[in-house]
């Protein structure tokens, strides 16, 4: 009945941490959406402290989770796997952090004729990690409706793909040659890997599914 417990408290930890990557986009989305309409630094810089602080709410529960793990010798079929899923979802949250570093650090400029795609962009990027933490969610109870979550994954991570090449395209072929458009053109690669690290996290799932299932 202890580790039964021990496990419970596991899931529940790891439940937590999926709320607190969902903040994280959440926060991060919110942030894109109010610089595109407002480049003012002092209030950017507030709304990018959410997002900081709640990828880094994320690492510490991480953290727990891996301390709980082996201290207690909890699901020791599975660890591996589970401790590989939390470090490749991990590399979710530090991504978007990384996009809004990027417009911080860099002075990136969003040209008012791109907020919409990039805005698009930044939705079909968040929708991608909601299907991944449904996924990861399910994982301990559901694998049918995990498999379907990891359908939408590579659904939305292939959409983005198309939005990050329609969009730098685009933007090349208004001929603006200038240090900003090359910076916008990372910034746009920057934001579409967050779709991309949700996509990797889903190959582990479906690796840990094929285990079990064996």
Known sequence: ???????????????????????CMDNFQDSVKHYCS?????AAKTSFAKVHKAESKADDIRREIEVMMYSKSLFPESRGDIMGLLETMDR?????????RMIWNQYVTIPEQHSAEILNLVDICCRSVDAM????????SDFTNAAVALGKIDELESEADRIEAALIEQVFSEKVDSISTIVFRDFIKCVAQISDRAENVGDRIRIIIAKRTI
């Open 92 to 100: 979710v949250p530090n991504q978007a952090e990384s996009a809004i």
């Open 38 to 42: 407002d480049t003012d630094r002092k």
């Open 133 to 140: 933490v449904e996924s990861a969610e399910k994982l301990f």
């Open 1 to 23: 009945m202890f580790f039964v417990n021990k496990q419970k408290e596991v899931q529940s930890q790891i439940s937590e941490y999926c709320a607190s990557v969902l903040e």
